[in-house]
C-alpha cells in the first residue's frame, strides 16, 4: 500500500514558468514532510522540508503548500529553469519513527 | 549534514554471486538505513542498520538475501547475496545525524545482474 500518493508521474514546464507537484498522505501520524531532488546517477538530495504547523514554506524559488486538513502537501517552483529538470520525491515519516515513505517521483523537464 | 562515501558506484554481477557494497560517512551518525530504487520506481526500505546487532529489516527483505553490517558509528555494508536479474537495482545507503534531523544519500550502487 503506498503511503504517499504524488502526482503527476511526469511534468513539462517551460523556463519561466511554475512547476507544481502534488503529494497526499493517509497516516495522521506523520509529522515531517520533506521533498527530495534526483538527478541521474546521483542519489536523492533534500530540497526542502516543512513540519504540519505550518501551512507554507518557502526557500529561494522553492515553496511547500501544506494542508493538514485535507492531508496534502505541493512543491511550487517559481521562475523553472532548465537546471531544475530531475526527478522530485515527496516523503513522510514519523519524528520518532526509522522510515521515510516515498512517493512514486515526479520527473521534471524545463523546456528551455 | 553528512558526507556519504558509497561503494561501488556501479557493478554488473553474475546471477548467483554476491556483491559487497560499502558505505562510509565522514562523522558519526546516529541513524544508517538501506534503501532500494528499482528502475524508474521510488525508494523502498530495506533495513536500519543498528550498530553492535542485527538490523532491523522491513517486510519482504530478509537477512539471508541481505545480510548488513553496522560495525561503528561510521560504516555499514549490506550484501546482496544469491543474485537474480530481478535483484537489478541502485542501492542507497542513508544516514540522520541525529533521530530527528534530516535523512542524507549517498550516490547509490547501480547493479545490474546478468
Known amino acids: 500500500q503506498q503511503q504517499v500518493k504524488q502526482s503527476p508521474q511526469s511534468l513539462i514546464v517551460q523556463k519561466g514558468g511554475i512547476s507544481i507537484i502534488n503529494c497526499a498522505y493517509e497516516?495522521?501520524?506523520?509529522?515531517?514532510f520533506p521533498w527530495y531532488q534526483q538527478f541521474p546517477g546521483k542519489g536523492p538530495a533534500l530540497l526542502i522540508a516543512?513540519?504540519?504547523?505550518?501551512s507554507e514554506k518557502k526557500e529561494g524559488r522553492f515553496t511547500i503548500s501544506f494542508n493538514k486538513s485535507a492531508k496534502q502537501f505541493s512543491l511550487h517552483i517559481m521562475d523553472s529553469q532548465p537546471g531544475d529538470s530531475a526527478t522530485y520525491f515527496c516523503?513522510?515519516?514519523?519524528?520518532?519513527?526509522?522510515?521515510?515513505?516515498f512517493g512514486t517521483g515526479t520527473s521534471l523537464t524545463v523546456i528551455p | 549534514s553528512a558526507v556519504i562515501s558509497q561503494k561501488p558506484s556501479r557493478d554488473i554481477c553474475q546471477r548467483g554471486t554476491s556483491l559487497t557494497i560499502q558505505c562510509q560517512v565522514d562523522?558519526?551518525?546516529?541513524?544508517m538505513f538501506w534503501y532500494r530504487q528499482q528502475p524508474g520506481q521510488s525508494l523502498t526500505l530495506i533495513a536500519t542498520a543498528n550498530q553492535g546487532s542485527e538490523a532491523t529489516y522491513e517486510s519482504g527483505f530478509v537477512i539471508d538475501k541481505f545480510p548488513i553490517s553496522r560495525p561503528n558509528l561510521t560504516f555499514s555494508t549490506l550484501t546482496v547475496s544469491n543474485m537474480s536479474p530481478e535483484d537489478s537495482s541502485i542501492y542507497l545507503c542513508?544516514?540522520?545525524?541525529?533521530?530527528?534531523?534530516?535523512?542524507?544519500f549517498g550516490q547509490g550502487t547501480r547493479l545490474t545482474v546478468v
Open positions: 516543512i513540519r504540519p504547523d505550518v
Open positions: 497516516n495522521t501520524a506523520f509529522d515531517y
Open positions: 542513508s544516514v540522520k545525524v541525529h533521530r530527528d534531523t534530516e535523512a542524507f
Open positions: 562523522s558519526q551518525v546516529t541513524m
Open positions: 516523503a513522510a515519516s514519523k519524528n520518532t519513527g526509522n522510515q521515510f515513505y
